[in-house]
């Protein structure tokens, strides 16, 4: 069946470093993987998509890197801050179809330390 | 910029008890959803909505639940006998259709089935 894995569960890292958070889909079907960023308590907000004929796509600090082959998927985060500390989640999608509906990752806490 | 609301933003119930949850999507998008998350855990697809009929519906969204469109603006979510497990919170999005992809959240209905 449809299934994203997503690592690691928790993701520790200092102000200023880099974090990247890797995700893993079943379905070779998926041609769209948008990330969420979820603050406790609140909406996932969408902070980056990339679509199956793209192989990078980059927003500022944020960047996402596709290998269909191998169906994987990566955020990139560089010189974080503080206020990136959420939950983030990996979702795909079978876009064009009368659903997209998302299939989610389990979700990483990160936790930036300043 | 237009978003997602939902009401209520907290809903007790006692078991067995029908529920209602509303949602107010985007007012040009024709795409509607609904996901749920149990405390702690990954945000999961229930059902999608479009052209007011269900395209597609999870193994979760069994003859308990329901989904209507009653006017031109509202979407609900109706669980007829809640169960304990039905605590979670709900997730209303939408998203516009055609070569859009993007599914905006809402702010979501905590929903404590005691």
């Known amino acids: 069946g449809e299934n994203v894995e997503q690592h690691p569960s928790t993701l520790s890292v200092q102000e200023g470093d880099s974090a990247v958070i890797k995700c893993t889909y079943s379905d070779s079907a998926s041609n769209y993987f948008p990330w969420y960023k979820q603050e406790l308590g609140k909406r996932p907000q969408l902070i980056i998509d990339?679509?199956?004929?793209?192989g990078e796509k980059k927003d500022q600090r944020i960047a996402v890197t596709l290998n269909k082959t191998a169906k994987h998927f990566s955020l990139h985060i560089t010189e974080t801050q503080p206020e990136d500390s959420a939950v983030y989640f990996c979702a795909a999608s079978k876009s064009g179809g009368a659903t997209n509906k998302l299939i989610f990752g389990t979700g990483t806490l990160l936790a930036v330390q300043p | 910029e237009p978003e997602v609301t939902q009401t209520p933003s907290h809903q007790v119930t006692q078991m067995g008890q029908e529920v209602i949850l509303r949602c107010v999507p985007i007012s040009n998008h024709l795409y509607f959803y609904w996901y749920r998350q149990i405390l702690g855990q990954k945000v999961e697809f229930l059902v999608s909505?479009?052209?007011?009929?269900?395209?597609?519906k999870s193994e979760i969204f069994d003859d308990q639940f329901s989904v209507e469109r009653p006017d031109g603006s509202n979407f609900t979510l109706k669980i007829r006998s809640t169960k304990l497990e039905d605590s979670a919170m709900y997730f209303c999005?939408?998203?516009?259709?055609?070569?859009?992809?993007?599914?905006?959240f809402g702010p979501g209905t905590r929903l404590t089935v005691l």
């Open positions: 909505f479009y052209n007011n009929e269900i395209s597609e």
């Open positions: 990339i679509r199956s004929n793209v």
């Open positions: 999005a939408s998203r516009t259709g055609g070569a859009t992809d993007t599914q905006y």
